[in-house]
């Protein structure tokens, strides 16, 4: 293909921060750059300069502290960018406090609330003396089950204006779930909701709550948000528990005191969200994560003051702590709880165009199914303030690119983005100066030295492999939780390729400079020993419109591996042979035979994560009789069932 979908205009290009940023570079450090490949080739090769240049041009609050401004940078892991740098999180998303609109917040039933910077700033200070008075100090862990709510976004602002850790997973996980993770971590503060409304369903939590609360070791208190006006009976029923309302109601709004800590303290605790056993604590920095995110709002997605930034996320996948970062850019942030189909395909576009939002990020999944239903929003909504869309998730297909374009606005920038819970932020994600190629991810992150590699861990172009990145950056993790040896972490990222982040998802550089991911390195299928990504295969899939979803697996199979694909058809179809055959056909012609199914199997329903992603190791390790060891990371397990007793000897 020889034209872009998209082109930023000469005026985008030149009102975007990233001209600012090389400008400043200019001015401050005397050096020029032909263009961002050039700005990229210098992030990370000299990650000393650049760092400490992006929290100056960023105007990060905090003191970088005496240099050297990274020690052990060849090191993976051990690299310490800003060893003796100061900050603290909240301050930098709590630096505006006026009656501007900070947060909106808008839920399926209706629910619809704004908060001012001012009151931001009062919220977050009566529940930081909240904390205070339980005795919570830096490092203490916060945990919240919320939905994505005000109350979250002042939970973690509290929690983290005192250097306290906070850590948060949505009301819909089950007591496993919750006690696989806040179990580990022990918090001394819950926070949680009496309930939620998802899909038109109202759902209360009183009861999980009663299982859980009792398990926490070192609980010092829970504190009740009300959702289904029902916070005090919930609170009522529950050991060590009061209404959030009524604590907060205690304390008069005064002003935040924001404790200063390292650089490398911790901010988050997040979860990994594998079958393969109790997920894994990935513990995050307050300077690394928050640095790295906003390098990504501001540089990447071009996100100024006073932009409406929306992701459609729960606070339970890591998008919702990309997404509050758009604080510090003083960005206003919109937030959403509920299903993004309730009432119908319409209401995230409603609320796009009702408050003027400005980057809308969401799914690849989501505009997958806004697709399907042939929703066409340009026809009916007004989006002119809407500048950016990104998606993630999953690959964004190369269809999906075009229906973007055809059916939600032709003038934007659409930016594929991949990075994930490991750190917090992206590996390669958009670039306002550059066009939009079909099906690609535009680039790699500034400072992120990402490569792809052979399986024996040489660099490819043009070829299938593994994505690395080849340097420290900040937002690596600082640890796993209850890893004192950090033998779980080396094995998670480094244990692959020495001295290399290996990130398991299976990846291709394009002609353009951008990156293709292919699906996750361990789904690979094998059939004959070629290696195909899942995605080469959904790809395809995906254009039948009888077929609402699929997920394909490697089976072992006579000394081999076959494929076998599911597929969830449309209300009221059937898989037959003509049906089989032309799913084949398209997949023939569309990518190789090598990617034909051996078998394709009609299903009721796809596994899925919490973060709704599919989880074809899932599906694999159940059609080899393998046992499941963590079901609760899935927000439908009991569809596993289906696949257990499915006769796929033949
Ligand atoms: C940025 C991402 O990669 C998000 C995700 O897919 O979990």
């Not at 159940?622 to 060891?629: D, L």
């Amino acid at each position: 293909m020889s034209e872009p979908l998209w082109r930023p205009s000469p005026e985008t290009i030149a009102n975007s921060n990233l001209t600012k940023f090389m400008q400043y570079l200019r001015r401050e450090y005397g050096a020029y750059f032909r263009g961002t490949d050039d700005l990229h080739a210098f992030s990370v090769r000299a990650p000393a300069v650049f760092w400490p240049a992006l929290w100056d041009f960023l105007g990060f609050i905090g003191d970088k502290g005496e240099p050297p401004y990274l020690v052990d940078g060849d090191k993976m892991p051990g690299a310490q960018f800003f060893p003796n740098g100061q900050m603290n999180f909240a301050e930098n998303l709590l630096r505006r406090s006026d009656d501007q609109t900070a947060v909106i917040f808008r839920a399926e039933d209706k629910l619809e609330r704004r908060m001012s910077w001012a009151e931001l700033h009062g919220e977050v200070s009566r529940l930081q003396q909240v904390l205070r008075a339980h005795g919570v100090g830096p490092g203490d862990r916060v945990a919240a089950m919320m939905p994505n709510a005000p109350e979250t976004l002042v939970a973690l602002l509290a929690a983290a204006s005192i250097g306290a850790v906070f850590s948060s997973c949505s009301p819909d996980f089950g007591v496993k779930g919750v006690m696989d993770r806040f179990g580990q971590i022990e918090p001394k503060v819950l926070i949680a909701c009496d309930g939620y409304y998802y899909n038109g369903k109202r759902f209360e939590i009183g009861e999980k709550l009663a299982e859980i609360v009792p398990q926490l070791p070192g609980l010092e208190t829970v504190l009740i948000a009300d959702y289904l006006g029902q916070s005090g009976q919930t609170a009522d029923a529950l050991d060590k528990a009061q209404t959030l309302a009524a604590a907060m109601g205690a304390h008069v709004p005064g002003e935040v005191e924001f404790t200063r800590v390292p650089f490398n303290h911790p901010v988050y605790i997040m979860y990994s969200s594998g079958t393969t056993g109790v997920p894994k604590c990935i513990v995050h920095a307050a300077g690394g994560a928050l640095l790295q995110q906003v390098k990504e709002h501001a540089l990447h997605c071009d996100v100024k003051a006073g932009d409406r930034v929306f992701y459609f996320t729960t606070c339970g996948w890591m998008m919702w702590n990309w997404l509050v970062a758009a604080l510090a850019c003083e960005a206003t942030i919109m937030l959403y709880d509920g299903s993004p189909f309730a009432p119908d395909g319409n209401v995230l576009f409603d609320y796009a165009q009702t408050e003027g939002m400005t980057f809308f990020g969401t799914s690849a999944k989501y505009i997958d199914a806004l697709k399907k239903n042939e929703f066409r929003p340009r026809d009916t909504h007004d989006l002119s303030k809407l500048r950016t869309m990104a998606s993630t998730g999953s690959p964004l297909v190369p269809e999906s690119f075009d229906y973007v374009y055809d059916a939600i606005k032709s003038d934007f920038h659409l930016a594929s983005i991949s990075g994930g819970t490991d750190i917090v932020s992206c590996f390669v994600l958009g670039n306002p100066h550059k066009p939009v190629w079909r099906g690609e991810i535009q680039g790699p992150g500034l400072g992120m030295a990402v490569d792809v590699f052979d399986q024996d861990g040489n660099p490819v172009r043009g070829e299938k492999g593994e994505l690395v990145c080849t340097r420290p950056f900040p937002s690596m993790p600082v640890g796993f939780w209850n890893d004192p040896s950090g033998e779980k972490y080396f094995n998670a990222y480094f244990a692959r390729f020495p001295n290399i982040w290996h990130h398991g998802d299976f990846a291709m550089w394009t002609e353009h400079g951008g990156v293709v991911i292919l699906g996750r390195s361990d789904a690979t299928l094998n059939p004959g020993g070629v290696r195909i990504g899942t995605a080469e295969i959904y790809r395809q899939v995906e254009q039948l419109p009888e077929v609402r979803e699929s997920i394909v697996i490697g089976q072992d199979w006579d000394n081999d591996v076959r494929v076998v694909l599911f597929v969830v058809l449309q209300e009221g179809l059937e898989l037959d042979d003509a049906l089989s055959d032309r799913i084949k056909r398209q997949i023939r012609e569309g990518a190789t035979p090598r990617h034909v199914p051996a078998k394709i199997v009609q299903v009721p329903d796809i596994p899925r994560t919490k973060s709704g992603k599919i989880t074809e190791i899932a599906v694999r390790d159940i059609i080899h009789g393998r046992e499941i060891k963590n079901k609760e990371a899935l927000a439908n397990p009991d569809v596993l069932d289906y696949y257990a007793q499915l006769e796929l000897s033949r």
